[in-house]
T-cell receptor, first 114, second 110 residues
Framework: GESVGLHLPTLSVQEGDNSIINCAYS??????FIWYKQESGKGPQFIID?????DKRQGQRVTVLLNKTVKHLSLQIAATQPGDSAVYFC?????????????FGKGTTLSVSS | NAGVTQTPKFQVLKTGQSMTLQCAQD?????MSWYRQDPGMGLRLIHY???????DQGEVPNGYNVSRSTTEDFPLRLLSAAPSQTSVYFC?????????FGPGTRLTVT
C-alpha cells in the first residue's frame, strides 16, 4: 500500500552535532513533501518543504534532500540545539490533494543532550 | 490573528455518548482537515473540506461526521463514542500547500 515511513523511531545526539532524520516513501506519484516538528502537547509545526522537481532545499539550519530514484527523503539539522528535541514527521501529498490531505510517517523522536 | 483554535482541550466521554469537537480558523483558508494521532503514530486523516459546503472522507472516517457551513468553522462530530476513538485530534487549516495545525483535543472514551 501507499505509506510514508521513517527509518528510526529515535535519534539521540549531542548539542552542536548535526542530525540527520530519514524517511522513505512508497508512492512515486507524490509530488510534495513536508517535514514537521511536534513538541510535546502541541500540534505539528511546519519546518520545511520540497517539491518533486527539486532534490535539495535549504532553510535556516535545516536542509531537506529528496532522492526520487530510491524514494527517500531526509532532514538535516545543523548544530543541533536542545530546543530541537521533538518528534519529527515527514509527510507527503499529491497535487490533487494539495492543501488538504497529508500522509504522515510514524515519526522520529530526536533527543538532544547538552 | 489567532490561527487555528480547537475546543475543548481535554474531554472524557463514556461509550455511546456523542459530542462535537470545535475547530475555527481566522486565516480565510479554503482547506481544512481533521486528523487523529494515536501513541507512537503519525497523524491519520479523518475528513477534509475544500470549501464551505464541501467535505470528503480521509483514511479513517468511520464513526465521525463533519460539516462546513462557513469558511471559518469545521466541527467534527462523534455520534456514538467508542473506546477506539480515544486519541488526540488535530484540526488543520491550509493555504495551497502549507498546513497550520491547532493545539489538539485529547479525547478519552471509557
Amino acid at each position: 500500500g501507499e505509506s510514508v515511513g521513517l527509518h528510526l523511531p529515535t535519534l539521540s545526539v549531542q548539542e552542536g552535532d548535526n542530525s540527520i532524520i530519514n524517511c522513505a516513501y512508497s508512492n512515486s506519484a507524490s509530488d510534495y513533501f513536508i517535514w514537521y516538528k511536534q513538541e510535546s502537547g502541541k500540534g505539528p509545526q511546519f519546518i520545511i518543504d520540497i517539491r518533486s522537481n527539486m532534490d535539495k532545499r535549504q532553510g535556516q539550519r535545516v536542509t531537506v534532500l529528496l532522492n526520487k530514484t530510491v524514494k527517500h527523503l531526509s532532514l538535516q539539522i545543523a548544530a543541533t540545539q536542545p530546543g530541537d528535541s521533538a518528534v519529527y514527521f515527514c509527510a507527503e501529498t499529491r497535487a490533487n490533494q494539495a492543501g488538504t490531505a497529508l500522509i504522515f510517517g510514524k515519526g522520529t523522536t530526536l533527543s538532544v543532550s547538552s | 490573528n489567532a490561527g487555528v483554535t480547537q475546543t475543548p482541550k481535554f474531554q472524557v466521554l463514556k461509550t455511546g455518548q456523542s459530542m462535537t469537537l470545535q475547530c475555527a480558523q481566522d486565516m480565510n483558508h479554503e482547506y481544512m482537515s481533521w486528523y487523529r494521532q494515536d501513541p507512537g503514530m503519525g497523524l491519520r486523516l479523518i475528513h477534509y473540506s475544500v470549501g464551505a459546503g464541501i467535505t470528503d472522507q480521509g483514511e479513517v472516517p468511520n464513526g465521525y461526521n463533519v460539516s462546513r457551513s462557513t469558511t471559518e468553522d469545521f466541527p467534527l462530530r462523534l455520534l456514538s463514542a467508542a473506546p477506539s476513538q480515544t486519541s488526540v485530534y488535530f484540526c488543520a487549516s491550509s493555504s495551497i500547500y502549507e498546513q497550520y495545525f491547532g493545539p489538539g483535543t485529547r479525547l478519552t472514551v471509557t
